[in-house]
């Protein structure tokens, strides 16, 4: 018996495990390298070949890994004539649109306006996802005037992270959320409790939640971690050859300042006075779109690397551009996860960022 | 660049469309007219030196040179006017309507589909493909019992679809009436005893599958994807009747190229220039052809297949 991995079901190998991504049903399953290695360079396995050559100990695991390929249905059978009628999907990645995801970032001393970054940035560049995030409080009223903004231009979604309003209830949140249907999730942090305060009721949008968690600025942008993954075809083929979080971003920082993102130190000017070619003809605009992960340390061994985000503005060695995330706390040798925070390794970076503060709230 | 959309408010993929002409080419200018749109206005210039030029609503200029994409919707006389009276009916018959008839007889050099392509006659498709030499399930419509019991009988299984439109609306003034069909699966227990008549209805021999193919055309090119729905038992007759938690498996595939050939043929014959096939390979290796559907769905297969239909649309919009 043939089987063939169907063409939407990508093995990715690690150093010491493999993942089986499904691009379709957006979701990943463990499988070991043993049985990744058991497929050809057309992804078939030849059963009979196979089982011929084993004991009948080995035939029982192998009889489990094939089990595990046809109850998620990853494999299907297939006749040697048939071989040609399954093409390849193809890899590419592209986009209709120069930058296709923004990050505004905001405090109580931002003066910068928002009608300037949709005007300025966003409508020329052909953006169509913001992030907004504000560190500190900001009023319905002022979010309902930036909401409003964004609601009636070509934005197709919004996700929110702000700090809680004191006195703000369930009962007032929902409905003024109602009238954006733009809004994918708002998350309220520096909150009491961590709770959902609503699920999804529009197609994915809509989405409430609050969390404890004080996120008073950008240096806590950047955590890798499993719940982060993101299985999707899109994203996948990005990762394969440009950078998972930096490639078509752009940003505004709590200052107005126009940069890669809000956590970097290089400016490309100030949204007041320069435009967005101006900011994008800058050599380094584009200096980290197409770093990939096979190209990084440490990630380039790891099952993960096309499903997590490349942060670049926070590594374990800032001297080194090929350098892993800092805030990873996964050792593809070992497949365990540690706290990232306290690994020694990683002190001095620690230091480096100034991101000790971090960790004292 | 001057290029004319027609189609729904919330349809997806013409905002993905729009997306990919804006990118490509940033000094073109788009009028989209959207779901009913009536006509209250038209003027039609024409002379040699000019050539043909038509406004429409005192601000969509349609010439030559436009672009013009019918993806959905409607374009129109108003109707309210026509039905309050036959007098009104026949003067914009008389008046209008030939011009309208002109619009969508594709004058312009570059277009991806037209109204009129909604109106494309299944019979004459499966006429066309017996004629390309394409295999068809055999085929039968009836009003009779008893010659419905024979074609059962004759093929065991059978399925029954719409004759023409699996999504039909007909409003009156106290309700709104919608009807969807897919395809149904019929064997001689479905059939009464007693003869009895309905409406002329459409019956095909079942025809067992490996996997269902669905191919965009576009100009010439297909874009194709294998179905697997013969693994879950939801999706086994129609792989319309999704199941959402495991969908069925959708991969790319290449048809063979002696029956892209017939179907080619049969798209310009027919004066399409964009459609979906539906298409059966049986066990034994044989393709049927079922249907095409003018105007389809698209972003489902650019998505599963990452094929950037999209994009191959807003090119081939923009690019002569
Ligand atoms: S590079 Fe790092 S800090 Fe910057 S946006 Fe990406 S994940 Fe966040
Ligand atoms: S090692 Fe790299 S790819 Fe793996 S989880 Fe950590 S950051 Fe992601």
Known sequence: MLLKLFTNCKITKGNNRSIICDLQRESFTYIPNSLANLFDRNYIIDTEKVLAQLDSDDKKIFNEYIQLLEENEFVFKIEENDFGIFPELNPEFDYPAEISNAIIDRNQNSTYSFKEVLNKILIPSNCRHVQIRSYDIMELDELRIVLSLFEDSFIKSIDIVIKDFPNLGDKEIKPFLFNFKKVRTLILHSSNENKLIQKENNFGFGVIFSITQKINSSAHCGIIQEEYFNVNMQNYFESNSYNSCLNKKISIDVNGDIKNCPSMSQIFGNIKNTSLKEAMSHKDFKKYWNIHKDQIEICKDCEFRYICTDCRAYVEDPSNDRSRPLKCGYDPYTNEWSEWSTNPLKQKAIENYNLKELFNN | ?320
């Open chain 2, 1 to 320: 660049m001057n290029i004319v959309i027609q189609s729904e408010s919330h349809d997806l993929s013409t905002d993905d469309v729009i997306s990919w002409i804006y990118h490509l080419n940033k000094t073109s200018r788009i009028s989209k007219l959207d779901d009913f749109t009536e006509v209250n206005d038209i003027s039609l210039e024409m002379s040699n030196a000019n050539k043909v030029s038509v406004v429409v609503n005192n601000n969509v200029n349609i010439d030559k040179e436009t672009k013009y994409w019918y993806r959905r919707g409607e374009f129109d006389i108003d109707k309210k006017l026509t039905k309050k009276s036959n007098l009104n009916r026949n003067l914009c018959d008389e008046t209008i309507r030939p011009i309208l008839d002109y619009l969508d007889s594709g004058i312009n050099q570059n277009y991806l589909n037209k109204f009129a392509d909604n109106s494309v006659n299944k019979l004459k498709l499966l006429e066309k493909a017996i004629n390309l030499d394409i295999n068809i399930p055999d085929t039968l419509i009836t009003s009779e019992l008893s010659q419905l019991k024979e074609f059962v009988t004759q093929h065991k299984k059978v399925i029954t679809k719409p004759i023409k439109n699996p999504f039909i609306n007909f409003n009156t003034t106290e309700y709104k009436v919608k009807f969807t069909t897919h395809s149904k699966l019929i064997t001689s227990d479905d059939l009464a005893d007693e003869d009895y008549k309905f409406l002329p209805s459409f019956f095909q021999k079942y025809i067992e599958k490996k996997i269902e193919i669905r191919s965009f055309y576009l100009k010439g090119a297909f874009y194709s994807m294998a179905i697997f729905s013969q693994q879950n038992e939801k999706t086994k007759i129609d792989y319309r009747n999704y199941d959402r938690t495991k969908p069925n498996r959708c991969v790319p595939f290449n048809l063979p190229d002696d029956l892209k050939e017939k179907l080619t043929v049969m798209m310009e014959e027919l004066e399409l220039n964009s459609g979906s096939f539906d298409i059966i390979l049986t066990p034994d290796n044989e393709y049927y052809f079922l249907e095409v559907n003018p105007i389809g769905q698209f972003q489902w297969l650019s998505k599963n297949c990452n094929y950037y239909l999209e994009k191959r649309i807003a090119k081939s919009l923009i690019n002569e």
